[in-house]
């Protein structure tokens, strides 16, 4: 059993993130509505700056089809210019190392895998990044990423809000993703980054040092921007992280607190959506339903993860012990963050099933932006199909749901096993899974389904890492980052519009603001994503476990 | 929509914000945590004499010696310098079997650097880096082991 | 519901159902139905495994050739079921028509020619004959021949083999006649205002038959869910497969069909069709026209319905309650006044004075005057009615009861004896009418008047030769059970809504009565039109009935609206339903029939959503023959073969298990939405997680006994 302290800690964390994502979610909705803050006077003049070098028209709206383009060619040129650094960092400045460049596949895989907010790194960052590829390759990238999945988030938000003139309704691409780097981002990630260097993460652009250790032998101490990166990779839940064993490395997580730090840091924001989807609406029972459900199925994860009785073992941290590292694994996955504080090999069976379910559902609260937006899409698809049983064309938020939302809805939902399913088929089927010495067991499947599960959620986890450094799993999963990115996206803004332009009726038939609409939607994802992948998992996690497979190493 | 304005501005964005958020950030808060943490945020550096040997936060493995902590070689980070008490308190044992350190000083030193991951319960444990420091700054004039390593450090 | 059941013969053609079941098979008819055409294919698969098991080497076995031919069986029996759900519920609907043929039956019609000189000659045709223009004459005990416009005379119809309303119906010039109907007294002349083929009941056959039926929005967008599910699973199976033959897993294929079709929403695929034919089948054997499917889903969705409150909340009109002699005046006096002044009044008002004078016994001696009395019609200036009769005595009580009332013939039966030549004058009207033309005026008579109205009522005056002698006190009566169903509109969140000419202080007693909150008096005929806008404008959907041209407009514009069949044409056409029974209140029902069948497609796909849970335990587990250790999973403890055919039989035996519920709708009674929602929930969600579980299980036990036998 778990003690009462482990639970007590959880509660603690979760009560703190909900209160202040509370308050963050309030001074959101001031930014994205325009409204004046106490920083005005100093960004005001920065912004304005920054338009005119954009040369945009800031009054203007758009309609989803042009902010979807907009953030789908924004998204392709930051890439390029990530993939231009990864691949030429050799000769370009701020390399003290003298790190060559990564070859074409890895810096396609890279920038592909960052700008899509997944952060699967095939690398190691340690070890081969320059400087230069650490801050323009990855953590500009990290913003980027992190700003496109808020931006996506709020203009969808306004969509379900509706009363908008027509078809113009989203909101401006350029002014949302300025202001939220300048007002949200940030100021966030520096007031973290300060904290973090304060508690012991590292922050210097002098190079790695040399050091003989007490044993004779010699060591690099190798020191960068890390706690400028690490605080952009959790607060945007990019997960990416500056050395290849992630936040296990105890330069990018040195200690217990750091680590609660990082935890909550990748929780916040996620966990603000729904309190803003609320404000933003003037509902906020439709915001409380969203958190209820998201943290509902959160909490189904971490107890499924909970049941083997995990204690510090091999590839671990001792510093974390085994309670923190499940907890640090299913939360990474619950928000598709993807930074790990553990080898996920010697993680239990039941904490990678448990790690799968948050990476299959998306939304237990998911990834910055987007996990709303998938429990959005949730919602829409559990209203039809439940909404109807009370005897009325199902609704939301007073608009009705029709085929068109249903079909959108649907292709949504199609996209995920598709991508996940398929390439998994492909790697097996083309032998590239025996290249990298994998077998056809349990143990060997959930490597390789955990792969594109966790590719197609944008989350980043993996279990190969710089194993996975081959052209056909840096083109194949490069593909199905972009497409579990971008298809969601573009489908679920193209809903926003349609619900923009709905009548919306005062009489509500199913409410969906009180505590017996959540319960339904955690059931209806789990029955959801239980058929869906039920056999894929059982073949994996499921059979390791019965086989009393304890671990991956 | 003009195709051309979208596609020049978008541009433009994606520069300025490589600028804003990729140089500019990380220069910031890198200049601003030098100048207020620089123990921190030069890698908490360990130094024993004048010698920098390394950084308290990455374990050092010491060849399975008997008179220093040895690190765990399974961790996932590969570099974790903590170890727990209880293997602290063992490998106390071989230390002092090798060097004659009474078992009371050890085991005292092991406590005065306790910490625990859940703060103030969850696994206990220590840093083997620390411990090896404190050892030999405190023997390094009566154990010739550790005289011997204070030396090679301080003479490179 | 209260919607009735069996109201006409209905014979189901089994023959039929069995030919056209297997008919429907046929992949061209199928291909409509996603899901079903995907099982067909799925057992044209199995088939060949069974016939050739080589033809899938690593997938398929000699040795099973049995247990795929079972497979097989299962498979053809499932979409056979499906089709025969369909054809089913076709039968019973063109049963349905097939008794509404019955009505419109070939019979003579007597047309009437106006010749040059104006002289009438009557001409027999057949009633196909007949077009829109033609004047014909009915006797009694004739045939009504196609639906007309009565231009002359008053006569009683018996409407009840149409409506199933045994009373019979006044008709008199204005009002509109349906073919089928019988004249049982008097004569009318009636212009055809129809084709023949345009006749409601010919509308309404060719509605009930046509299989050309265009889908409600509703079944649109579940058929795309089911498009939706039926891919995610194929992905399933495709990988599968896929993944059984890369990482030697074993399985065979035609148990990942077996899975596959097992986890495709069969029950709803194979329903759904069903549980569109039987909305139409129930309105029109409740008599109601829907011009679409899709009036029927929309009336599901009502917020607000707007009810006259004559016919629908009350009974017909304002009926004589009660007389109240003022002054020295008894009550007999004013009864008396009261029946002569109303003699000659033909609206329904007047009537009821005289019927509750008679049944009190207060039948004035000047009776038989009346014929000699001079009648003075109402008028809007005068806001009164009267009579002046000369008084004579010696006359005949009738013998009462209905035929009392046929005043036309048995006015004809007294003849005048005596004449006494005293004139007496009587006014009855509007109070303050009634005051402003009177001599004199009881003391109490302004006070009297005001706690008449304050309580509901309506007060009418009576005067005799300028004296006023009292009041007599209207009342509505309300319908009976009329208050129990506007409770469950409100219980199902639909505000109802009162429309009323009368005064405000009058309406809101009525409303009060049968619990309605609001309602709008002093209604002007386009009072309707801008309520409806109002409504909608506020984004509600308003449903509403009525009959009159003036409210045509209004009856366009709402989303449902309910026409009378007795009602002009104009409002017929605006309307998307018509009532044969002109029943207003039926309105309620029709709304209950919408939300109803949302239910059901609700239901059956949350059931057939959660029964996928246990099928998975049931499958799963024994799928892949190469894995012992997932035996753990199998909970329900089956044998391979056994847990493949006892989920697929489940599968199967599901589909004509529900065609009651598909035809008949869950069950529902009017309760507050989330109560319903719950309630269904439990039942098709909770329950369609469990039960297959059970089942299942039941099923494999049962094959096992049987195997055993055999």
Redesign the interface.
């Known amino acids: 059993m778990i ?1 009462a ?2 639970l007590l ?1 959880t509660a603690l964390i979760w009560a703190t993130i909900i209160a202040f994502s509370w308050g963050l979610a309030k001074y959101l909705k001031k930014v994205y509505e325009n409204e004046k803050t106490f920083l005005d006077k100093i960004l005001n003049p920065l912004e304005n700056f ?1 338009y005119r ?4 028209d800031r009054s203007k709206r ?1 309609g989803w089809k ?1 902010y979807f ?2 953030l789908f ?2 998204s392709v ?2 890439a390029a ?1 990530s993939f231009v650094v990864l691949a030429f960092q050799g000769m370009l400045p701020l390399n003290p190392m003298k790190f060559p460049g990564m070859s074409w596949s890895l810096a396609l895989n890279t920038a592909m895998s960052i700008s899509s907010n997944t952060n699967l790194q095939h690398y190691n960052g340690g070890s081969s990044l320059s400087y230069l590829g650490q ?2 390759g990855i ?2 990238l990290q ?2 990423s992190a700003s496109s999945g808020i931006v996506v988030a709020v203009a969808i938000f306004r969509g379900f809000a509706g009363k908008r003139d027509n078809n113009r309704n989203l909101g401006n691409f ?1 002014t949302d ?2 202001r939220t ?1 300048t007002r949200v981002l ?1 100021p966030l ?2 007031i973290l ?2 904290i973090l ?10 190079g790695y ?1 040399l ?7 010699f ?1 690099l ?1 190798k ?1 960068g ?1 890390v ?3 690490v605080s ?1 990779m959790q607060l945007g839940t990019n997960g990416g992280g500056y ?1 290849g ?1 992630n936040s ?4 990018q997580n ?4 750091t680590n609660y730090i990082e935890l909550g840091a990748m929780m916040l924001i996620p966990t603000s959506m729904p309190f803003l989807f609320g404000q933003m609406l003037h509902k906020k029972g439709e915001g409380r339903t969203i958190l209820i459900a998201s943290y509902g199925l959160y909490a189904i994860d971490l107890a499924i993860a909970l049941i083997p009785l995990t204690t ?1 073992g ?11 590292t499940v907890l640090y694994t299913v939360t990474t996955t619950a928000f598709t963050t993807g930074s ?4 996920l090999a ?1 993680m239990h069976p039941l904490v990678i099933l448990a790690a799968f379910l948050g990476m299959m559902i998306q939304a237990t609260p998911g990834g910055i932006g987007v996990g709303a937006m998938y429990m959005l899409m949730y919602v829409i ?1 559990t209203v ?10 199902p609704e939301y938020l ?1 608009a009705k ?3 068109n ?3 959108l809805a ?2 949504a ?2 996209a995920h ?2 991508i996940i ?2 390439p ?2 492909i790697a ?2 083309t032998g590239a899974v025996h290249t990298i010495g994998l077998g ?1 067991g349990p143990v060997g ?1 959930t490597q390789i389904l955990y792969e594109y599960t966790s590719a197609a959620a944008n989350n980043g986890s993996d279990f190969l890492g710089s194993t996975g450094n081959t052209v056909f799993f840096n083109v194949s999963t490069g593909i199905v980052m972009w497409a579990g990115r971008f298809i969601p996206i573009f489908i679920m803004l193209a809903i926003a519009g349609r619900m923009s332009g709905k ?9 969906t603001d009180n505590l ?1 609409f959540p319960a ?1 939607l955690i ?1 209806s994802i789990l ?1 959801l994503a ?3 992948f ?3 998992l ?2 994996g996690p ?2 390791m476990h ?2 009393g497979i304890r671990n991956a190493l | ?1 003009k195709k051309g ?14 600028v ?4 500019v ?6 200049g ?3 100048a ?2 620089p123990y ?6 360990a130094h ?1 004499g004048n ?5 308290y ?7 399975n ?1 008997h008179y ?1 902590f040895n690190v ?1 070689n ?11 008490v209880s293997s602290a308190l063992a490998q106390a044992r071989v230390i002092h079997n090798s060097t004659n350190i009474s078992i009371a000083y050890l085991d005292s030193l092991i406590h005065n650097n306790t ?5 103030f ?3 206990a ?1 220590v840093d083997s ?1 620390s411990l ?2 404190q050892i ?1 700054n405190h023997f390094h004039n009566s154990i010739a082991v550790y005289g011997k ?1 204070y030396d ?2 301080n003479h ?1 | 519901m209260s919607f009735r059941h069996e109201t006409r013969e209905e014979r189901i053609n089994w023959p039929f159902v069995l030919k056209d079941s297997l008919v429907r098979m046929s992949p061209v008819r199928l291909i409509d139905n996603t899901v079903m055409f995907v099982v067909e294919l799925s057992f044209l698969i199995v088939l060949l495994m069974t016939i050739a098991p080589g033809a899938f080497p690593g997938l398929a076995h000699q040795s099973d050739r049995i247990f795929y031919a079972y497979v097989t069986a299962i498979l053809f029996v499932t979409v056979w079921f499906s089709t025969i759900s369909d054809s089913f519920a076709e039968a019973r609907s063109r049963a349905s028509a097939a008794s509404l043929k019955k009505l419109e039956k070939e019979g003579n019609a007597k047309r009437i020619r106006v010749k040059e000189n104006g002289e009438r000659t009557i001409e027999s045709v057949g009633s196909s004959d007949l077009r829109k223009g033609d004047i014909i004459l009915i006797e009694k005990g004739d045939l009504v021949p196609i639906d007309a416009e009565v231009s002359e005379g008053i006569a009683m119809l018996d409407e009840s083999l149409l409506t199933g309303e045994s009373a019979g119906v006044r008709k008199s010039k204005g009002d509109t006649i349906i073919g089928g109907s019988t004249v049982v007294s008097d004569s009318i002349v009636a212009v055809v205002n129809v084709n023949p083929d345009e006749t409601y009941i010919s509308k309404l056959v060719k509605m009930v038959e046509s299989s050309e039926r265009p889908k409600t ?2 079944e ?3 058929s ?2 089911l ?3 039926t ?3 194929t ?2 199976l ?3 497969i ?2 059984s033959l ?4 074993g399985a065979d294929l035609s148990v990942l069909i077996a ?1 596959y079709v097992c ?1 495709l929403p069969t029950t709803i695929g194979a329903l759904l069709p069903a549980i569109g034919i039987s909305g139409i089948t129930r309105m029109s054997r409740n008599s109601i026209i829907a011009k679409s499917g899709k009036a029927i ?1 929309t009336a ?2 009502a ?1 607000v319905i707007l009810l006259d409150k004559t016919g629908t909340i009350t009974v017909g009109n304002r009926r004589a309650h009660e007389f109240i002699p003022l002054g020295s005046h008894t009550e007999r006096e004013l009864a008396e006044a009261s029946f002569l002044s109303s003699w000659n009044d033909d609206t329904p008002e007047g009537r009821s004075i005289v019927e509750l004078a008679f049944t009190k016994k207060f039948v004035p001696k000047e009776y038989d005057a009346l014929r000699e009395g001079v009648h003075e019609e109402f008028s809007a200036v005068t806001r009164r009615s009267g009579i002046t009769l000369v008084d004579s005595d010696d006359f005949t009580l009738p013998k009462g009861g209905k035929e009392f009332f046929q005043r036309h013939r048995f006015r004809k039966k007294f003849e005048l004896q005596t004449r006494l030549n005293e004139e007496t004058t009587i006014h009855k009207g509007a109070p303050e009418a009634i005051k402003e033309s009177a001599r004199s005026c009881p003391d109490n008579y302004d006070e009297t008047v005001k706690k008449i109205s304050s309580e509901g009522g309506t007060p009418i005056a009576v005067s005799v030769n300028g004296d006023i002698i009292g009041l007599i006190y209207f009342k509505d009566v309300i319908k009976p059970g009329i208050r129990d169903r506007i409770l469950g509109l409100r219980r ?2 639909i ?1 109802p809504v009162m429309i009323t000419g009368d005064h405000p202080l009058t309406a809101r007693n009525i409303a009060g009565e049968v619990g309605i909150d609001e309602f709008v008096a002093q209604a002007k005929p386009e009072t309707k039109y801008q309520k409806v806008k109002d409504e909608q404008a ?4 308003v449903a509403m009935i009525g009959d009159g041209t003036n409210d045509a407009p209004a009856l366009a514009a709402a989303d449902v609206g309910l026409a009378m069949a007795s009602g002009t044409y104009a409002a017929k056409d605006a309307a998307n339903m018509v009532d044969l029974e002109s029943n207003p209140s039926k309105i309620i029902d029709v709304v209950m029939l ?3 069948l ?2 059901t ?3 059956v ?2 059931f057939s ?2 029964n ?2 246990a099928k ?1 335990f049931a499958i ?1 587990p024994v ?2 023959a190469s ?1 012992p ?2 035996d ?2 199998n909970i329900l403890r089956l044998t391979p073969h056994i847990a493949v055919l006892s989920a697929l039989i489940f599968n199967a035996i599901v589909i004509p298990a529900l065609i009651p519920i598909a035809l008949r709708g869950t069950k ?1 009674r009017p309760q507050s ?2 109560r ?3 309630k ?2 439990f039942i ?2 909770v329950g369609g997680v469990l039960l297959p579980f059970a089942a299942i299980k039941l099923i494999a036990m049962l094959l096992v006994i049987i195997g055993g036998i055999i």
């Open positions: 003690g302290g482990y800690i920054i070098i954009l040369g945009i758009m042009e383009l907009s060619v924004f040129f930051s210019i801050m323009v953590q500009f913003f980027t350029y993703m300025v780097m940030l990630t520096l980054s300060l260097i304060g508690l012991g993460v590292p922050q210097s652009l002098s040092s050091v003989r250790t007490i044993s004779g032998s060591e101490i020191v921007p706690s400028s990166l952009i050395y064993a296990a490395n105890p330069f040195p200690s217990p607190i510090l091999p590839g671990m941290e001792t510093r974390f012990g085994g309670f923190s790990v504080n553990t080898a010697a698809i039809f199909i439940v909404g109807l049983m009370a005897g009325r064309t007073g749901i029709t085929a939302d249903v079909k649907i292709i939902f199609l096993p598709i399913l398929v998994t088929a097996y089927a056809k499947f009548k919306r009726s005062t009489e509500v038939a199913l409410r017996i339904i059931v029955i239980v058929l869906t039920f056999p894929f059982v073949v499921i059979l019965l086989e | 929509m304005n979208l596609i020049s501005s978008t541009l433009r964005l994606a520069l300025v914000l490589a804003i958020c990729g140089l950030y990380p220069v910031v808060v890198t601003i945590g030098q207020f943490f921190q945020a030069n890698g908490d550096l024993l010698a920098t040997i390394g950084s936060l990455i374990g050092q493995s010491t060849n010696s220093l765990r399974d961790s996932a980070s590969g570099v974790d310098p903590d170890i727990t910490r625990y991951s859940m703060f319960f969850g696994t444990y880096l090896n420091i030999i390593i090679r450090v490179h | 929005p509703n649109v967008a579940l795309i869910l498009i939706g599910l891919g995610v699973f992905i399933i495709v990988a599968l896929a993944l890369l990482l030697n897993l899975l986890l889903e599901g969705d917020d199902m969140g505000r506020e984004n509600r959907v919408g939300k109803q949302l239910m497609r609700g239901a796909t949350t959503i959660t996928d849970v998975y799963v799928m892949f894995i250790a997932l753990a999973l529902f939405t989330l319903i929602f719950l269904n929930l098709y969600g």
